[in-house]
């Protein structure tokens, strides 16, 4: 840090010294100094590229980008880190991990639908080398972006904010699906694809998360070693629910038992559960 300090004293346009000057503020977090050394850096004139078309002296890098759209994000520029990561992308178009890396970043700083989409372009890059482990981090991605996106109506209307989050949530659902698809011993793609659903119908009316909590249960109870207690807790209590909705619509006497057999799952896994006790008593109410 003295040597770059005192070097930039001597040369204060120094392409190198300013790129290690924004590097090293970033790793010391001192993101304030940082951005102004991103910004002297990215404001000057770079040298003549030579015959050494390779020399990094005569060139913006990948790390260059993300460096800059790091110390932007954690002063507050989002907008304008999202722009470097893209600029850093531009540089290697084909260099998938890149993708994936950048998506880690946008998703380390809260920028979840650009952490879905990026990660989404590292899915398209690697093609059939993509695995089940990535497309549930994309589905994730695209999940909790939904929630962000549907509470955020500062600029659009509380329709188009649910409009929006339901693209997140169905490309969810989609990633969730491969997941299910590749790993079918596993509880984690109909589990999440619930989840997903839910999300997509709010008030249960349409019980678009049945179909993939039942599957949970199946596949939990399946491989029969006592775990997955709370993922069992959930879908029982959907299900539960699902039901009472349906018995207070329909009055129907199987809709009933339905409540009743749910509810009584769930409180063989938690006996204090209040919403299998809440349910439980109106599936036994005369």
């Not at 880690?104 to 482990?133: H, L, P, Q, W």
């Not at 678009?208 to 209590?237: C, F, H, M, W």
Request: one cysteine or more; a negative charge; charged letters at 30%.
């Amino acid at each position: 840090e003295k040597y770059i300090s005192e070097g930039l004293e001597k040369e204060p346009n120094n392409f190198v010294l300013n790129r290690l000057s924004m590097y090293n503020n970033n790793d010391m977090k001192d993101y304030q100094a940082g951005l102004a050394a991103g910004d002297k850096f990215f404001s000057i004139q770079k040298p003549t590229v030579d015959a050494a078309a390779n020399d990094s002296t005569n060139r913006y890098l990948v790390q260059d980008y993300l460096a800059y759209g790091k110390v932007l994000s954690e002063t507050g520029n989002k907008t304008k880190a999202i722009d470097q990561y893209k600029k850093a992308v531009e540089i290697d178009p084909s260099k998938a991990n890149l993708y994936k890396e950048i998506a880690s970043i946008c998703a380390n700083e809260g920028m979840y639908a650009d952490a879905a989409d990026f990660y989404k372009r590292y899915i398209t890059v690697s093609g059939e080398k993509a695995e089940a482990s990535d497309y549930f981090q994309m589905g994730r991605y695209f999940y909790i972006a939904g929630d962000g996106v549907k509470k955020d109506t500062a600029n659009v209307t509380v329709d188009e904010a649910w409009q929006n989050a339901l693209k997140m949530y169905k490309e969810a659902d989609a990633a969730f699906a491969v997941v299910g698809e590749r790993i079918p011993d596993s509880y984690m793609g109909p589990f999440w694809r619930a989840r997903a659903n839910a999300s997509m119908d709010p008030e249960t009316t349409a019980g678009l998360a049945r179909p993939y909590y039942e599957q949970t249960v199946k596949v939990i109870l399946d491989k029969n070693d006592g775990e997955n207690k709370k993922e069992l807790i959930e879908a029982y209590s959907y299900l539960s629910y699902y039901f009472y909705l349906q018995f207070d619509k329909h009055k129907k006497a199987d809709d009933k038992l339905k409540v009743k057999e749910y509810a009584e799952k769930i409180l063989e896994l938690d006996p204090e559960n209040g919403n299998g006790k809440m349910l439980f008593e109106f599936a036994s109410a005369k």
